[in-house]
């Protein structure tokens, strides 16, 4: 996924891919942290897994989960800013009390730009 350069990005063309890997999620992408980077790839995964199940395997509080998935989703409200675009967030048919979370091609995609970073 293509980002404008900031201008530290800019000032340090280079610098290790590590650094500008770091530098990226910590700037660039608005400080998506560690957790939510866990749950892409617990996503990327099990594709259509619950946030419930993504929570546990990740070793984090349903709630917080719940928040993270919210910023990282396309979002059931079209037009949210905060909303990345990274997961599909959408009812299970065959439990409605359930959400399944899948991962977009921007979040496919951000993960592998990250892998190819580090």
Excluded at 59 to 82: N, P
Excluded at 93 to 105: G, N, S
Aim: net charge positive.
């Amino acid at each position: 996924m293509k980002k404008t350069p900031c201008n530290l990005c800019k000032a340090f063309p280079d610098s290790t891919p590590a650094n500008r890997a770091l530098h990226r999620l910590a700037t660039c992408w608005g400080g998506i942290d560690l957790a939510s980077i866990e749950l892409l790839a617990t996503i990327e995964a099990q594709p259509g897994i619950s946030i419930k199940t993504a929570a546990e395997i990740c070793g984090m509080d349903h709630r917080a989960a719940q928040m993270k998935i919210a910023l990282l989703s396309t979002g059931r409200r079209q037009g949210r800013s905060s909303a990345r675009g990274f997961v599909t967030d959408e009812r299970n048919p065959y439990d409605r009390r359930e959400r399944q979370l899948d991962l977009t091609p921007a979040g496919a995609e951000f993960l592998e730009d990250l892998r190819r970073a580090l």
